[in-house]
């Protein structure tokens, strides 16, 4: 079973300004790893597959990066409704798994 | 335009059961595999159950598996969970969640919440 972690579990960031994730995989994932955005009370929202896949609809300020075990999501300029959880999700093996989560909030 | 919409949820005892639906519309449903994600409240994302399209292949979290069914109807465009030993651990908002390219998820349903309590 593949065991995903994410740091920091909480990112204080300003607006405009840059926010760069973290996600590492127990057992390398090669690029099958998908980023996921959730705001309070809505279902998540798929931003990147493929590692640095973006997906229909998202802004090109997110942008994901890594292969193997280690893996980054940049979003370059925070914007205010860019203020969420954010969940890496390895699909390589079954079975499928998320990280814990990494809270950003406004500084 | 792609909807996912779950129903079924609702507050069981300990030990009971529930079934959930998923309706789909906006695609060809049969040509997708479709999965269960939960989240307990206040907590990450948990996969729970995947389906293929033809139902030919079918897996499960350990947490769930001997206790869930996951199903669908193809003719009906709807997907299921079928819960039985339900436990208070399984208390989550239930989401169904459409497979894009590999077996990330492209689209979500809004979610149904299923508390279990006595």
């Known amino acids: 079973e593949i065991v995903m972690t994410q740091s920091p579990a909480t990112l204080s960031v300003s607006p405009g300004e840059r926010a760069t994730l973290s996600c590492r995989a127990s057992?390398?994932?090669?690029?099958?790893l998908a980023w996921y955005q959730q705001k309070p009370g809505q279902a998540p929202r798929l931003l990147i597959y493929?590692?640095?896949t973006r997906a229909t609809g998202a802004p090109a300020r997110f942008s994901g990066s890594g292969s193997g075990t280690e893996f980054t999501l940049t979003i370059s300029s925070l914007q205010s409704e860019d203020f969420a959880v954010y969940y890496c999700q390895q699909y390589i093996n079954w079975p499928l798994a998320f990280g814990p989560g990494t809270k950003v909030d406004i500084k | 335009e792609v909807q996912l919409v779950e129903s079924g949820g609702g507050l069981v005892k300990p030990g009971g059961s529930l079934r959930l639906s998923c309706t789909a519309s906006?695609?060809?449903?049969?040509?997708?595999?479709i999965n269960w994600v939960r989240q307990a409240p206040g907590k990450g994302l948990e996969w729970v159950s995947s389906i293929s399209g033809s139902s030919t292949y079918i897996y499960y979290a350990d947490s769930v598996k001997g206790r869930f069914t996951i199903s669908r109807d193809n003719a009906k465009n709807s997907l299921y969970l079928q819960m039985n030993s339900l436990r208070a651990e399984d208390t989550a908002v239930y989401y169904c969640a459409r497979v894009g390219s590999g077996r990330n998820f492209d689209y979500w349903g809004q979610g149904t919440l299923v508390t279990v309590s006595s």
């Open positions: 906006g695609f060809t449903f049969s040509t997708y595999n």
């Open positions: 057992q390398s994932v090669s690029s099958n």
């Open positions: 493929d590692a640095s």
